[in-house]
């Protein structure tokens, strides 16, 4: 009796335990709050009317990219690997040179609340990843637009990876846009008003001066 006893209970935590790990594999894995957009007018609703970084490729000549390149933007091609490739091509980014697919990793200057790009996928299937699940951006002869937002602040976008799978996965992207926390609309004063400025304050403690002297007197 005591045997058959320990096999039901050796029995019943086997069943527990399986259960667990069913019910542990069927639980979603710590998702990041992400929205995703297909067009860039949603997309710069979606993030607060926040200012605004832009990558056009259109003051880098034409020609591979090499790891490390920071663009004028600030926004840096972080690495491409040995399945990885990038040139920029009239004034657009093609990812993807690599053979038989290609990964590319991409770095904002600061973390950003939401980043979005046109493209273009002439090959393959390209995908975008770096805690977005890969998620497919398209298949080839599709173009549009592709934009994230992080919900809430907490989860802000350090990067992401570009990837190209097939024979020939080759993709196009450009006017890549991503948000900042800087406000490009301050007014910095211009050299002349700076030494105007700077004249007044020392007539300013010149006057004090006087002033103090007749106190005094």
């Known amino acids: 009796m005591m045997t058959v006893k320990m096999g039901r209970k050796l ?3 086997a069943a527990i335990a399986t259960t667990g790990l069913l019910l542990t594999g069927l639980m979603p894995k710590s998702v990041q709050a992400y929205q995703f957009f297909r067009d860039r007018a949603s997309w710069e609703a ?31 091609l972080v690495e491409s690997g040995f399945l990885g490739g990038a040139e920029v091509s009239d004034g657009a980014l093609e990812v993807g040179l690599a053979f038989p697919s290609s990964v590319e ?57 570009t990837i190209t799978t097939g024979e020939l996965g080759l993709a196009e992207i450009d006017n890549v846009s991503f948000t900042s926390e800087e406000d490009d609309n301050v007014t910095v004063p211009e050299p002349s008003n700076l030494a105007f400025l700077s004249l007044l304050a020392i007539l300013g403690l010149f006057n004090l001066k006087k002033v103090k002297l007749k106190t005094s007197e």
């Open 11 to 13: 029995s019943t935590i």
């Open 46 to 76: 979606a993030i607060e009317d926040l200012p605004i970084q832009q990558e056009d490729f259109n003051q880098v000549p034409d020609g591979p990219v090499e790891p490390v390149t920071t663009f004028p933007s600030g926004l840096k």
């Open 105 to 161: 990793e991409f770095a904002f200057p600061t973390s950003v609340k939401g980043f979005g790009f046109d493209f273009s996928v002439l090959g393959g299937s390209f995908f975008v990843d770096n805690n977005f699940d890969e998620t497919l951006v398209g298949n080839e002869g599709e173009q549009g637009f592709f934009g994230v937002v992080a919900e809430p602040e907490d989860s802000l976008i350090e990067g992401f990876q």
